[in-house]
């Protein structure tokens, strides 16, 4: 949807008692507003002239050249709550000039190669989910800017079975990657919020986590190999599982959110289909109790394929949501374990995860409410469009740290958010869970729900750098898995140094030397 996450049909009212507890914490109604047809909004007029339209159309056909107002209209930006305020507001809305679809890695690179001598910027389209904004449509320095939308490049162009790889064009959407594979028994078992729209490209451009990362790791661990076209020509890397010929320039692309190149073909690990797949929930005393438990299961080696937990605030409000099901009389802190693979393999690793959770402090809930958790998955973010549109601000941030110091990173952003948003007149709900995990630490997630104010993304803005603050202060990521875009970008000094921010601006300056791609990201 153009205003909203993913397609019209999963968007659902607000259940009477959720209403109910918006109107007892909020004091709003509830009612939802109502909304724009996309038809009805004003966009700034388009700036592209005849003649690079017309140079533009001859590098990937005329009809797959477009400045329509819908075109322009979806592709103005990512998902995050700014972005879809932005587009409630009834000023003319930013967006492209113009729409390009390239078929394959060789119009890609001429529509790059000639866009750098033309002065255009451009921002590379994969399923636009970014949350961080990633995809605004930034002119910087230049007076025509266009999207770059890569969905027809969307075929599996290799698949190795003996190796265990298959190789995507970038377009490829995630529901469209396990579709191919299974043909040929095979997964990609990459499953992050954004699943059902986000393409194999943007998982690679900004170093995605899955909710099984767990099991199969990060995104940016399955990737063997990439094809990038920049402006000025093309590079393939990845010959090997691992290779000693000097540092590994895939990871120069893998994260570059298209400010370095466009992937254009991407190589990654598969698995079998899972034989069997198991759930298990667990309670816990209280967040600490919990977090010293999956730990204690991660450095043990026994780490289940998902393996996440919810703090008290979070799972009393999930276990509100989701009415009288199973598990709803989980006290204090809900964990959600799931493991994949041979069904002697899932009942190993659960019994000895399971041995491990119990020991400390765990409750098995059975099954049920792991199940739970899942069938509603990737319908969370539906969520927060339906709190918008009854006046309810509802956003997330994402960090990682060490296990040595997450309790105190976890204190000090629900403090800078909490103390942020009450000074504006909005006290909020702050919410955590861990929903990554390493040996060496973890990832917390935080939902923040509070009143909407009359400006509300100064409201947003203001909390998200207090937060953003306290993270640099404390040592800990800007980002583990939401991606730096521009969101993020005046805190990456802080955490790469200033010398890191050289390195980045030489290499950009060697590979994009007009500066054409997607300005006002990643880099400060």
Same mark, same amino acid.
């Given at each position: 949807?153009?205003?909203?996450?993913?397609?019209?049909?999963?968007?659902?009212? /607000?259940?009477? %008692?959720?209403?109910?507890? *918006?109107?007892?914490?909020?004091? !709003? @109604? #509830?009612?939802? =507003?109502?909304?724009?047809?996309?038809?009805?909004?004003?966009?700034?007029?388009?700036?592209?002239?005849?003649?690079?339209?017309?140079?533009?159309?001859?590098?990937?056909?005329?009809?797959?050249?477009?400045?329509?107002?819908?075109?322009?209209?979806?592709?103005?930006?990512?998902?995050?709550?700014?972005?879809?305020?932005?587009?409630?507001?009834?000023?003319?809305?930013?967006?492209?000039?113009?729409?390009?679809?390239?078929?394959?890695?060789?119009?890609?690179?001429?529509?790059?190669?000639?866009?750098?001598?033309?002065?255009?910027?451009?921002?590379?389209?994969?399923?636009?989910?970014?949350?961080?904004?990633?995809?605004?449509?930034?002119?910087?320095?230049?007076?025509?800017?266009?999207? /770059?939308?890569? %969905?027809?490049?969307?075929? *599996?162009?290799?698949?190795?079975? !003996? @190796? #265990?790889?298959? =190789?995507?064009?970038?377009?490829?959407?995630?529901p469209r990657a396990e579709q191919l594979l299974a043909e040929h028994g095979l997964s990609l078992g990459h499953f992050p919020q954004s699943f059902e729209f986000a393409s194999i490209g943007g998982f690679a451009a900004t170093r995605s986590s899955g909710q099984a990362s767990a099991g199969y790791g990060r995104f940016d661990d399955m990737v063997q190999r990439i094809r990038v076209a920049t402006p000025t020509g093309d590079l393939v890397l990845g010959r090997a599982p691992a290779s000693a010929a000097g540092p590994d320039l895939r990871e120069l692309f893998v994260g570059s959110e298209g400010t370095l190149g466009v992937l254009t073909e991407v190589t990654v690990r598969v698995h079998p289909v899972p034989e069997t797949t198991t759930h298990m929930a667990w309670s816990f005393p209280d967040f600490e109790t919990g977090t010293a438990a999956l730990r204690a299961v991660v450095q043990t080696g026994a780490a289940p394929t998902v393996l996440r937990l919810s703090d008290e605030a979070e799972t009393g409000l999930n276990l509100a949501r989701a009415g009288n099901v199973a598990g709803a009389s989980v006290a204090g802190c809900l964990a959600v374990t799931t493991f994949e693979g041979t069904a002697a393999h899932t009942a190993a690793r659960g019994a000895e995860a399971a041995a491990l959770l119990r020991a400390a402090g765990g409750t098995a809930l059975g099954p049920e409410p792991a199940r739970e958790?899942?069938?509603?998955?990737?319908?969370?973010?539906?969520?927060?469009?339906?709190?918008?549109?009854?006046?309810?601000?509802?956003?997330?941030?994402?960090?990682?740290?060490?296990?040595?110091?997450?309790?105190?990173?976890?204190?000090?952003?629900?403090?800078?958010?909490?103390?942020?948003?009450?000074?504006?007149?909005?006290?909020?709900?702050?919410?955590c869970h861990i929903s990554h995990t390493y040996p060496t630490g973890a990832s917390l997630y935080f939902t923040v729900v509070a009143k909407l104010l009359d400006e509300p993304i100064a409201q947003w803005r203001a909390a998200k750098t207090a937060a953003g603050d306290a993270i640099a202060a404390a040592g800990a990521t800007i980002t583990h898995h939401h991606a730096v875009g521009a969101d993020h970008r005046a805190w990456l000094p802080a955490e790469i140094g200033d010398l890191g921010i050289r390195v980045l601006r030489a290499v950009k300056r060697e590979i994009d030397p007009a500066g054409i791609l997607n300005p006002g990201k990643l880099l400060p």
């Open positions: 949807m153009w205003d909203a996450w993913g397609v019209a049909s999963g968007h659902t009212p /607000l259940p009477e %008692r959720i209403r109910g507890l *918006l109107t007892q914490v909020f004091g !709003v @109604s #509830g009612e939802p =507003a109502p909304r724009r047809d996309e038809g009805d909004v004003p966009l700034r007029p388009p700036v592209l002239s005849p003649d690079r339209r017309a140079g533009l159309a001859q590098l990937v056909g005329a009809a797959h050249l477009s400045s329509e107002p819908i075109d322009r209209l979806r592709h103005a930006g990512g998902k995050s709550t700014p972005d879809l305020l932005r587009r409630r507001d009834p000023a003319p809305q930013d967006a492209p000039d113009a729409v390009i679809f390239p078929a394959d890695h060789d119009e890609v690179a001429a529509v790059l190669a000639y866009c750098s001598d033309e002065g255009i910027a451009v921002v590379p389209f994969g399923g636009g989910t970014s949350v961080v904004g990633g995809l605004d449509p930034v002119r910087g320095d230049f007076g025509t800017v266009i999207a /770059l939308d890569l %969905r027809r490049l969307d075929a *599996l162009l290799d698949c190795d079975p !003996v @190796s #265990g790889t298959a =190789a995507f064009g970038a377009g490829v959407t995630g958790w899942q069938h509603g998955r990737f319908a969370a973010p539906y969520l927060r469009d339906a709190l918008l549109d009854a006046g309810v601000l509802c956003e997330t941030l994402e960090t990682a740290t060490t296990w040595s110091a997450l309790a105190d990173l976890k204190a000090k952003v629900t403090t800078a958010l909490t103390d942020s948003l009450t000074a504006q007149g909005a006290p909020a709900l702050v919410m």
